[in-house]
């Protein structure tokens, strides 16, 4: 098992709110390994397959997260997720 973590700029005018988030966690739960977000100037952290979690972060575009993934698919789901949030709307 690996824990892969990288810190994400969110491109997307949308930020990371309703249709962004929810294509955020359909991503994420493609994968097998456990997947946690935050916001880099919060501490709190939630599960990256909740989309309830995600919208209570609030991310706006420019913010910059933190994105977690831990299992054997982490490499492949922190690529994937950065792809995600780095396309401009």
């Given at each position: ?31 097998d390994s456990r997947i ?54």
């Amino acid at each position: 098992m690996s824990i892969i973590k990288k810190k994400l700029t969110i491109k997307s005018k949308q930020g990371l709110h309703a249709r962004p988030a929810a294509l955020f966690v359909q991503l994420a739960n493609k994968f097998d390994s456990r997947i946690t977000i935050k916001r880099e100037d919060n501490l709190e952290e939630v599960n990256g397959k909740s989309i309830m979690g995600i919208l209570m972060l609030g991310v706006e575009k420019g913010v910059s997260i933190i994105v977690e993934a831990d299992g054997e698919d982490a490499h492949l789901a922190i690529k994937e997720l950065e792809k995600l949030v780095s396309i401009e709307e």
